[in-house]
């Protein structure tokens, strides 16, 4: 029991940084390699906002995920948009991506250097519950719930509003999108920040969890959005929670049962056994080929 | 320099033509560093320590095992991913070799995190003399049969289809060459670093070949080389410079391949100047066979009617539902050899439904029916259709929109020509005649729908009508006996409808069977020995032109009530 609570708070970071980039891949049809930067990003701007600047986490927060969506603004204005228009944009984009995502890590390192960064000790109360034989700490519930409510605030966004109504018209046709008067570049600038957002927002919480950051604390996490994505579902909000979720847990559950060092080899079985069983995952829906 | 850069360049080049083999291809796997891990390790864990038989060098035995085991390991990794692709085949193939990588790394005989200690044999001469046999294969390989149908498949895999490619077959190919260069590159990594790991071989390291096949130019077979080079010495320009502070490099590195992708859409190797195919032309070896080789062709021509022309084509009962809607409903139909065929009716009357299911494109939901002697069954092979010598344009063009028009139409010659790659790997001369032979077919085509002096203009850069009319080329360069044309003259104006009808009436009486789709029911009437009409999935009429030109139901479903003006949609 106590390994599923552990399960869920850390899927609950997965989730999290796995709705960013089904975001784009759903209204946009491009793959952000970049995702996985804006995630340290988060990290260090939190830290660098509670630490250097003296804010208290709760205010911190906020700001992260105000920083990650200019940055997501960035990665979409110098890496997706020069090459839009290209038979070969999905490909170009992933790589381009790339690229940028290189950069911010190597600005990270000329900001705050090379070596682990850490939350001052008293940034976030030490508060633990004990139900039953199941011990819960204040911070992994805050994780919980605030992915939990990010999601269903994404969810509320993009299936109850005029903003979200003109993303899913984006991810339809955005030609026709155009043609009936969405601002598409505008509509695109937006899923970026939002994705980027919340992939800053996920960084941070991790970075209170294991109180550290690391430059390359994004490229493990890059590996599990993408077994999130696929598990749950390329595109869909619901199945990057519950994705999340599995992926947290089956790890967990590894670790404990089988050992520690097999915990990616369960993740990516996961990931390759519903590809190959499921392409759509367990959420999404099967795109038709057209003659 | 030292002779370390070199080295490195050297094999970091064969890496990135793991990833240069399955990106002409147009598949975006990452499999290949898998590949290199497994190939590397059971390298160094089985060659012997002596030469082998007393002659062999170590360093030879270990290139054979690691590319007979990266090729296998391909292999088995291409296998469940065959219905994967783009992003989706990238993820998979990733998940396969992060597997990879961790099952190594809790084997004990690998020397698990620890790694294994590996006797430096790689010298650069050596690394130099792989590097450029790599190179010769890729650049043997790009204008073969072979590396054509890896083009077609990697501008459009139904259009590949189309012209009888099988794309399964391809793409395991691909892979598989992907695989054994990747388990060169493991063994050569191995036998220069002196130590590996299974974190040698991680995401990272996949990213960098890809990123240095993608740089020097996935198109072209120098590309993979140029990558390596650049990637190496931007950290030696760095250093001649002194811009050494810690974040500059990877900074500059990244904004140097995010200039690239944006500036140089084909990479580096898009400045060296190439020749497109078809800006000269080159004299055929000999005459230009008339019919295809009679082999291929062999199937069983059916039934014969009672004016003794056979039956290409007969079909009983064919239905295809979508959910409720009935797109096709109970259709009989047949085509015998030498016959014009026109099928018309109204928009969604399930005209281009029931020419999918001909070509194998679509599967009916009931239904008898075979077209040149192959079965039309529930799971219809598009290829083997085309094969048999089934010929194809679509309604929406399917060209390959960034091959010229002549390599368009040398595609499309797929199904008459032999496999030429590996007879132009130690450069037989049957192998040059077979080419010569192809090209002689695909400039006649060209000549014969009047594009021969556009040969070399990138399909996508053609005007509208010029598309179509290469479309009808390249389906006739696979010498078709029964060739689909669907809306041929479709938002052409009169004078280039009427040119086609001419084309039509010429082939046909070149004994080509034609079956046309077709909303100009003028060009129809003109051009056809016979139409069928359909509304509403059914069959409504059917006869020579005259006779549906009167025909009631006909005039109401479709002309329109008003008989005195002939419509020209």
């Known amino acids: 029991m106590q390994q599923v609570v552990n399960g869920i708070s850390i899927g609950a970071i997965y989730a999290l940084f796995a709705l960013g980039f089904t975001l784009v891949f759903s209204v946009l049809d491009r793959l952000n390699l970049a995702h996985a930067a804006v995630y340290a990003a988060g990290a260090y701007i939190g830290i660098e906002l509670v630490g250097d600047a003296g804010l208290p986490i709760w205010a911190g927060i906020p700001l992260v995920f105000v920083a990650g969506g200019v940055l997501g603004v960035v990665i979409e204005r110098i890496a997706f948009a020069p090459i839009k228009s290209r038979p070969d944009a999905h490909f170009g984009g992933l790589i381009a991506s790339i690229a940028v995502g290189a950069m911010m890590i190597a600005l990270l390192q000329q900001r705050y250097g090379p070596q682990t960064k850490r939350f001052p000790p008293d940034t976030f109360p030490n508060h633990r519950y004990e139900i039953g034989s199941v011990a819960v700490s204040l911070l992994q519930l805050v994780i919980i719930g605030v992915s939990l409510l990010l999601t269903l605030a994404l969810w509320w966004l993009v299936n109850r509003t005029g903003l979200g109504r003109a993303m899913r018209a984006v991810a339809e046709d955005p030609h026709a999108a155009r043609i009936v008067g969405i601002h598409v570049d505008v509509i695109t600038a937006t899923t970026f920040a939002l994705s980027s957002g919340l992939g800053a927002v996920a960084g941070v919480l991790f970075a209170l969890d294991v109180n550290s950051a690391l430059l390359d604390m994004g490229y493990n996490i890059e590996l599990k959005g993408l077994a999130v994505i696929i598990v749950g579902g390329m595109g869909s909000i619901p199945g990057a929670l519950l994705g999340g979720m599995i992926v947290g847990l089956a790890e967990v559950l590894t670790i404990a049962h089988i050992g520690s060092t097999w915990r990616d080899v369960v993740t990516f079985g996961l990931l390759v056994g519903i590809l190959v069983l499921r392409p759509q995952g367990l959420f999404g829906t099967r795109r038709a080929r057209q003659v | ?569």
């Open chain 2, 1 to 569: 320099m030292e002779e370390t850069t070199f080295l490195l360049m050297a094999i970091n080049g064969v890496l990135a033509y793991s990833f240069y083999a399955v990106l002409v291809a147009g598949q975006l796997s990452l499999a290949q560093i898998g590949c290199a891990a497994v190939a590397a390790f059971t390298a160094v864990r089985f060659t012997p320590d002596d030469p082998l038989l007393g002659f062999i060098p170590r360093l030879l035995v270990a290139i054979a095992i690691g590319m007979v085991v990266g090729a296998v390991v391909a292999l088995l990794i291409g296998l469940p991913v065959m219905r994967l692709r783009g992003v989706f085949l990238a993820i998979a193939t990733l998940g396969f070799a992060e597997m990879a990588r961790i099952t190594l790394n809790n084997m004990s005989w690998t020397g698990g995190a620890l790694g294994t200690r590996v006797e430096k044999l790689v010298t650069l001469p050596i690394a130099v003399v792989v590097l450029a046999l790599v190179a010769y294969w890729f650049a043997r390989q790009r204008r073969s049969r072979l590396g054509r149908a890896l083009d077609a498949i990697r501008e459009d895999e139904l259009a590949a289809q189309a012209m009888g490619i099988d794309v399964a077959r391809y793409r395991l190919v691909s892979y598989v060459t992907a695989g054994a260069v990747a388990g060169l590159y493991g063994v050569m990594y191995a036998y220069f670093t002196r130590f590996i790991e299974p974190n040698n071989f991680n995401f990272p390291a996949a990213v960098d070949g890809l990123v240095k096949a993608v740089v020097g130019g996935s198109v072209v077979f120098v590309g993979p080389v140029l990558g390596a080079v650049f990637f190496e010495l931007i950290p030696e320009a760095q250093r001649a410079i002194g811009l050494e502070a810690g974040w500059i490099r990877p900074f500059l590195a990244g904004a140097l391949l995010l200039g690239v992708i944006v500036f140089l859409p084909g990479g580096f190797a898009s400045l060296i100047p190439s020749r497109r195919m078809g800006r000269v032309r080159q004299p055929a070896a000999g005459p230009i066979p008339a019919s295809p080789p009679s082999t291929l062709a062999a199937a069983d021509p059916g039934p014969v009617d009672a004016d003794g022309a056979p039956e290409l084509l007969r079909l009983r009962g064919w239905s295809k539902d979508y959910g409720g809607v009935h797109a096709v409903r109970d259709v009989d139909l047949e085509i015998r050899a030498g016959e014009v065929l026109g099928l018309i009716g109204p928009n969604g009357a399930g005209k281009t439904t029931l020419v999918n299911m001909i070509s194998g494109f679509v599967a009916p939901s009931s239904g008898t029916g075979s077209v040149l002697g192959v079965a039309l069954g529930t799971r219809p092979r598009a290829d083997r259709i085309a094969r048999a010598g089934v010929g194809r344009t679509f309604q929406h063009s399917k060209l390959f929109s960034r091959l010229s028009a002549l390599e368009n139409v040398l595609v499309g010659a797929h199904r008459v020509s032999r496999p030429t790659f590996l007879r132009r790997l130690v450069w037989l001369p049957s192998a040059d005649r077979d080419e010569r032979d192809a090209l002689g077919r695909a400039w006649a085509q060209l000549d014969r729908v009047g594009l021969g002096d556009r040969a070399d203009v990138r399909a996508s850069g053609l005007a509208y009508g010029d598309q179509r009319r290469l479309e009808i080329a390249r389906a006739l360069a696979g010498d078709p006996q029964l060739l689909i044309l669907d809306e041929p003259a479709a938002g052409m104006n009169h004078v280039e409808a009427a040119a086609v009808g001419e084309l039509i009436t010429s082939l046909a009486a070149d004994g080509v069977t034609i079956l046309l789709i077709e909303h100009n029911v003028r060009l129809v009437l003109r051009t056809c020995t016979r139409i069928v009409v359909l509304n509403f999935g059914q069959v409504i009429a059917e006869g020579p032109p005259d006779e549906i030109a009167s025909n009631d139901a006909v005039i109401e479903a479709y002309l329109g009530a008003d008989t005195t003006t002939a419509p020209s949609a």
